[in-house]
């Protein structure tokens, strides 16, 4: 029977690919794994997956060798603004190649970063459609700001040149304002990105009354791999987030998602900090203009006080001076009143008292005798009739002046 | 007695001394309780004028 060496085989093989694969061809796929290897070769594994179940269609090993690979990262980098790295869609153009001992690869000619940048529109889209859905994009854009920004959490890496930048423009200001700023560390790039900045954003949601704002920055590098932000789980922790998210993530061309959600989205973390100072700022300055207002229209109040009391200061006498006359003359009425009515009355009992005097003296007997009557008594009786009298009686006779005794004769 | 009572006693003892209500037995003995109940709101009176007086000039 016969046969071949495995070297032949390969050979044979590896001559059936060159030959169909003259030309380059362009493929679509995901970069499953790779990195830059010694001697600046990138080495890595483009795969197929199903959409629907995710499993895997196809796989091949990539190769980009160091010069093609030094031209291409630039533009990939420049273009997408973001590395060559596991989970990137991509369109390349390859050689397929077939070697002997190490088998079945393809060389990387070329890369189309616009593909790579569709998948990126497109993944953005699909979150933004999914908030939308939720009802939850808009949540944290329309919280109102706080009327102080005073005391800022930070999510960002301790070691980002963002965070520094942030701190220095912010706590080194020129008005003298007083920040209180804590950093809730993050990891800012790589796959652990949406873990740890969930992680920091549920610390500061356990104690949101503590908080003003929440601030996430990271330094802006040569290149800024943004992609990791772009993360549904992240963009919805934000929207939904109770205080107001700033962001200052360090890109220069599109914007994250997390940048749709956030309250208020700036380029950098000096940008932030920036904001931040001016909203404070601005606050004084109408702190200090409603202290005016205050205290001006408390002045005018007081003067007016002022006046009524000026005013009440001089009525007031005058009014009780007015109740006091009016009581004083009410009393002298009454005693008035009393005091005649008791003269006339002592009058008219006195002139009642003449009346019956006179009466009384007119019926004085002593009246009538010194008029000239006289009384007359018998035995000590008063003689009224002459029957009453026989001859011989001895009466008694009572003048004005003195008694005479008589005998009656007849 | 109050500024008040005084006066409704002063009013009651003025109108039964015109209706010739009281005895004159009485009468003096009335007028010299009028008389007191009159020097006593004329004392309340003046009295709370200097108060009213002192409250709104102290320094006087």
């Known amino acids: 029977m016969d046969s071949l060496s495995l070297y032949e085989l390969n050979n044979l093989v590896s001559s059936v690919i060159e030959q169909t694969f003259e030309d380059d061809v362009w493929v679509r796929g995901e970069l499953l794994e790779g990195r830059p290897g010694g001697g600046g070769h990138f080495y890595g594994e483009l795969v197929e997956k199903d959409e629907l179940t995710g499993g895997l269609l196809a796989k091949a090993r990539i190769t980009i060798w160091a010069r093609t690979y030094s031209l291409l990262r630039n533009r990939f980098e420049n273009e997408t603004g973001q590395t060559l790295k596991p989970g990137l869609k991509l369109l390349l153009k390859v050689k397929v190649c077939f070697h002997e001992q190490y088998g079945y690869s393809l060389n990387v000619v070329d890369i189309d970063p616009s593909f790579t940048l569709g998948d990126m529109v497109r993944r953005r889209q699909q979150i933004i459609a999914q ?11 329309t919280l109102p700001l706080p009327t102080l920004l005073k005391r800022i959490a930070v999510v960002s890496s301790d070691k980002a040149a963002g965070y520094g930048d942030f701190c220095d423009q912010l706590l080194n200001n020129e008005y003298g304002l007083y920040f209180d700023v804590r950093l809730f560390p993050a990891l800012m790039q790589g796959a652990r990105v949406e873990e740890t900045i969930l992680s920091a954003l549920d610390k500061i949601a356990l104690q949101d009354d503590r908080w003003d704002a929440v601030v996430i920055i990271r330094g802006g590098g040569a290149v800024s791999d943004l992609s990791d932000f772009d993360s549904y789980n992240l963009a919805s922790a934000i929207a939904q987030f109770p205080l107001p998210v700033f962001t200052g993530i360090g890109h220069e ?16 973390p000096t940008a932030v900090a920036a904001y931040i100072l001016d ?3 601005a606050h004084l300055a109408r702190l200090e203009e409603i202290q005016n207002i205050l205290v001006q229209s408390s002045l005018r109040k007081l003067e007016r006080e002022h006046q009524r009391l000026d005013h009440l ?9 007015r109740v006091r006359d009016r009581q004083e003359h009410l009393l002298q009425q009454i005693e008035e009143r009393m005091h005649t009515n008791v003269s006339m009355r002592l009058e008219r009992e006195n002139y009642r008292l003449q009346l019956l005097e ?3 003296q007119s019926l004085d007997p002593a009246l009538l005798l010194r008029r000239g009557y006289s009384i007359t008594l018998c035995n000590g009786v008063l003689v009224t009739s ?3 009298l026989k001859e011989g009686d001895v009466i008694t ?14 | 007695m109050t500024y008040e009572e005084s006066m409704k006693q002063l009013e009651t003892l003025a109108q039964q001394m015109e209706r010739g209500e009281l ?3 009485a009468l003096a003995a009335k007028l010299k309780e009028a008389q007191l109940l009159i020097s006593s709101c004329r004392k309340q009176l003046l009295e709370a004028d200097e108060q009213v007086k002192n409250i709104l000039n102290p320094d006087a």
């Not at chain 1, 061309?253 to 950098?268: G, I, M, N, P, Y």
């Not at chain 1, 006779?397 to 007849?410: E, F, I, R, Y």
Request: aromatic share 4%; hydrophobic share 35%; no cysteine.
């Open chain 1, 279 to 281: 909203y404070q700022v």
């Open chain 1, 386 to 388: 002459a029957s009453q």
């Open chain 2, 23 to 25: 005895p004159i037995d």
């Open chain 1, 131 to 141: 908030l939308e859905k939720d009802g939850v994009i808009d949540d944290n854009r």
């Open chain 1, 358 to 360: 006179q009466r009384v």
């Open chain 1, 313 to 321: 200061s001089t009525t007031l006498p005058l009014s009780f001076a």
């Open chain 1, 253 to 268: 061309r599109d914007e994250t998602v997390l940048d749709r959600v956030a309250h208020t989205s700036l380029k950098t």
């Open chain 1, 397 to 410: 006779t009572q003048l004005a002046n003195g008694k005479l005794s008589s005998k009656v004769l007849a």
